[in-house]
């Protein structure tokens, strides 16, 4: 079997306010085939200071076999001691979530590009803030066009 891409990403949140529409949106991505989520750590710290750690996966029987070595690198990556540590840099009542998965929409191109003799050479993202001026310019093109 062969894998898309993987990627771990940290998401901060300061003052969470859930209001439940981030699961669903992951969910809407998993059904789809867009992303398949392996492992997730949430780390809070609560308005006393108190922290819980939770790990989820929606992975189960077979599929959990099959990324078995990714989740045990992801533990091996994540110490509890890590968790902690990160759990101490939280202001209190914020928080963070890690999580692993695997890009399942960019499978068949990746083993395209590998097939042909291509690898990844740099990967980056668009800092949110970029995006945001971004967004904000082409408002303003959009309003001076009308």
Do not use: C
Not at 34 to 54: F, S
Not at 55 to 66: F, K, M, N, T, Y
Not at 94 to 118: C, D, M, P, R, Y
Request: charged content about 30%; hydrophobic content about 45%.
């Amino acid at each position: 079997m062969k894998f898309g891409p993987l990627e771990v990403m940290a998401v901060g949140f300061d003052k969470p306010e859930f209001t439940g529409r981030i699961m669903p949106e992951l969910e809407a991505l998993r059904k789809t085939g867009v992303v398949r989520l392996i492992d997730m750590v949430w780390v809070r710290k609560n308005t006393m200071g108190d922290v819980k750690i939770v790990e989820a996966s929606d992975l189960e029987g077979e599929e959990a076999e099959l990324y078995r070595p990714f989740l045990d690198d992801l533990l091996s990556m994540f110490t509890e001691d890590d968790l902690l540590l990160l759990a101490r840099s939280l202001e209190n009542d914020s928080g963070a979530a890690l999580v692993l998965f695997e890009h399942t929409w960019a499978s068949k191109l990746q083993n395209a590009i590998v097939e042909a003799g291509g690898f990844l050479l740099a990967q980056d993202r668009v800092p949110q803030q970029a995006l945001k001026e971004l967004e904000e310019l082409a408002e303003e093109e959009l309003a001076a066009v009308d």
